[in-house]
Protein backbone atom coordinates (compact mmCIF):
# COMPACT_ATOMS: atom_id res chain seq x y z
CA UNK A 1 0.00 0.00 0.00
CA UNK A 2 1.05 3.21 -0.83
CA UNK A 3 0.90 6.83 0.78
CA UNK A 4 -1.32 8.14 -2.38
CA UNK A 5 -3.40 4.94 -1.59
CA UNK A 6 -4.47 6.77 2.41
CA UNK A 7 -5.28 9.88 0.24
CA UNK A 8 -7.49 8.68 -2.27
CA UNK A 9 -9.67 7.52 0.20
CA UNK A 10 -9.52 10.36 3.01
CA UNK A 11 -9.90 13.30 0.35
CA UNK A 12 -8.87 16.34 -1.16
CA UNK A 13 -9.70 18.61 1.83
CA UNK A 14 -6.55 20.48 3.03
CA UNK A 15 -6.11 23.28 5.49
CA UNK A 16 -3.27 25.93 5.49
CA UNK A 17 -2.47 28.58 6.89
CA UNK A 18 -0.03 31.83 6.22
CA UNK A 19 3.43 32.20 9.24
CA UNK A 20 1.87 35.66 9.61
CA UNK A 21 -1.46 34.08 11.01
CA UNK A 22 -1.93 34.48 14.39
CA UNK A 23 -1.60 31.58 16.65
CA UNK A 24 -5.20 32.50 18.19
CA UNK A 25 -7.05 32.43 14.81
CA UNK A 26 -5.22 29.16 13.73
CA UNK A 27 -6.03 27.48 16.89
CA UNK A 28 -9.81 28.40 15.91
CA UNK A 29 -9.27 26.85 12.50
CA UNK A 30 -8.02 23.59 14.17
CA UNK A 31 -11.43 23.07 16.84
CA UNK A 32 -13.76 24.34 13.99
CA UNK A 33 -12.43 21.94 11.53
CA UNK A 34 -11.48 19.38 14.33
CA UNK A 35 -8.38 18.87 13.11
CA UNK A 36 -5.24 18.26 14.92
CA UNK A 37 -2.34 20.07 12.18
CA UNK A 38 -2.61 22.30 9.80
CA UNK A 39 -0.10 23.05 6.81
CA UNK A 40 1.87 26.64 7.04
CA UNK A 41 2.41 27.76 3.63
CA UNK A 42 3.94 30.83 2.09
CA UNK A 43 4.45 32.32 -1.46
CA UNK A 44 2.91 28.72 -2.54
CA UNK A 45 5.80 27.01 -0.64
CA UNK A 46 5.31 24.47 2.33
CA UNK A 47 7.29 26.21 5.19
CA UNK A 48 6.11 24.84 8.08
CA UNK A 49 3.54 22.90 10.13
CA UNK A 50 1.90 23.79 13.05
CA UNK A 51 0.09 20.84 15.44
CA UNK A 52 -1.46 21.01 18.68
CA UNK A 53 2.13 19.83 20.13
CA UNK A 54 3.33 23.15 19.28
CA UNK A 55 0.28 25.01 20.85
CA UNK A 56 0.27 23.63 23.83
CA UNK A 57 3.94 24.06 24.50
CA UNK A 58 3.12 27.73 23.42
CA UNK A 59 0.58 27.93 26.24
CA UNK A 60 2.59 26.33 28.63
CA UNK A 61 5.40 29.00 28.31
CA UNK A 62 3.02 31.65 28.44
CA UNK A 63 0.97 29.92 31.44
CA UNK A 64 -1.87 28.88 29.78
CA UNK A 65 -2.16 31.94 27.31
CA UNK A 66 -1.41 32.38 23.57
CA UNK A 67 -0.57 35.72 23.78
CA UNK A 68 0.05 37.26 20.82
CA UNK A 69 2.04 34.81 18.96
CA UNK A 70 2.06 34.17 15.25
CA UNK A 71 1.99 30.75 13.89
CA UNK A 72 5.69 31.27 12.14
CA UNK A 73 6.72 32.21 15.93
CA UNK A 74 5.85 28.43 17.00
CA UNK A 75 5.87 25.79 14.10
CA UNK A 76 7.86 23.01 13.38
CA UNK A 77 9.70 24.67 10.64
CA UNK A 78 11.08 22.58 7.43
CA UNK A 79 9.02 19.65 8.85
CA UNK A 80 9.52 16.11 7.48
CA UNK A 81 7.88 15.12 4.30
CA UNK A 82 6.81 11.95 2.53
CA UNK A 83 5.99 11.65 -1.57
CA UNK A 84 2.59 9.92 -2.48
CA UNK A 85 4.47 7.00 -3.92
CA UNK A 86 5.98 6.30 -0.37
CA UNK A 87 5.09 2.61 0.60
CA UNK A 88 3.08 3.35 3.70
CA UNK A 89 5.23 1.14 5.78
CA UNK A 90 8.32 3.37 5.38
CA UNK A 91 6.05 6.84 5.88
CA UNK A 92 4.74 4.62 9.47
CA UNK A 93 8.65 3.98 10.08
CA UNK A 94 9.43 7.97 9.48
CA UNK A 95 6.65 8.88 11.49
CA UNK A 96 7.66 6.53 14.48
CA UNK A 97 11.19 7.06 14.72
CA UNK A 98 10.43 11.04 14.35
CA UNK A 99 7.59 11.01 17.02
CA UNK A 100 5.46 12.69 14.29
CA UNK A 101 1.84 12.60 14.21
CA UNK A 102 1.48 14.69 10.92
CA UNK A 103 3.18 14.01 7.55
CA UNK A 104 2.77 16.81 4.93
CA UNK A 105 2.59 15.07 1.39
CA UNK A 106 4.75 16.53 -1.58
CA UNK A 107 5.54 15.50 -5.01
CA UNK A 108 8.34 18.36 -6.12
CA UNK A 109 6.92 21.67 -4.75
CA UNK A 110 2.97 20.06 -5.09
CA UNK A 111 1.45 19.44 -1.36
CA UNK A 112 -1.08 16.69 -1.63
CA UNK A 113 -2.10 16.66 1.66
CA UNK A 114 -1.38 15.29 4.96
CA UNK A 115 -1.45 12.33 6.63
CA UNK A 116 -1.86 11.44 10.67
CA UNK A 117 -0.91 8.56 12.11
CA UNK A 118 -4.84 7.81 12.37
CA UNK A 119 -4.85 7.86 9.07
CA UNK A 120 -1.67 4.99 8.84
CA UNK A 121 -2.96 3.19 12.00
CA UNK A 122 -6.74 2.63 10.62
CA UNK A 123 -5.06 2.24 6.77
CA UNK A 124 -3.33 -1.07 8.22
CA UNK A 125 -5.89 -1.92 10.23
CA UNK A 126 -8.31 -2.24 7.49
CA UNK A 127 -5.59 -4.16 5.23
CA UNK A 128 -5.58 -6.69 7.57
CA UNK A 129 -9.09 -7.27 8.19
CA UNK A 130 -9.42 -7.66 4.48
CA UNK A 131 -6.09 -10.67 4.63
CA UNK A 132 -8.15 -12.45 7.63
CA UNK A 133 -11.58 -12.18 5.41
CA UNK A 134 -10.15 -13.28 2.62
CA UNK A 135 -7.31 -16.35 4.90
CA UNK A 136 -11.04 -17.12 6.24
CA UNK A 137 -12.48 -17.53 3.19
CA UNK A 138 -9.50 -20.09 2.00
CA UNK A 139 -9.46 -21.79 5.26
CA UNK A 140 -13.47 -22.19 4.72
CA UNK A 141 -12.99 -23.37 1.16
CA UNK A 142 -10.04 -26.05 1.58
CA UNK A 143 -11.07 -29.15 -0.80
CA UNK A 144 -12.40 -31.84 1.16
CA UNK A 145 -11.05 -34.97 -0.74
CA UNK A 146 -6.93 -33.01 -0.33
CA UNK A 147 -8.14 -32.65 3.55
CA UNK A 148 -9.34 -36.47 3.43
CA UNK A 149 -5.77 -37.94 1.72
CA UNK A 150 -3.42 -35.66 4.15
CA UNK A 151 -5.21 -36.67 7.07
CA UNK A 152 -4.48 -40.95 6.35
CA UNK A 153 -0.96 -40.72 5.53
Not at 42 to 61: D, M, P
Not at 68 to 87: F, L, R
Amino acid sequence: MKVSDILRFKGATLYTVAPDTSLSAAVHIMAEKDIGSLVVMQYSELVGILTFREVINTLAKNHGNLGTAHVGDVMEKSPMTCTSEMDLDEARRIMLDKHMRYLPVLDGNTLNGVISFYDVAKAVVEAQSFENTMLKAYIRDWPAAEDASTNTK
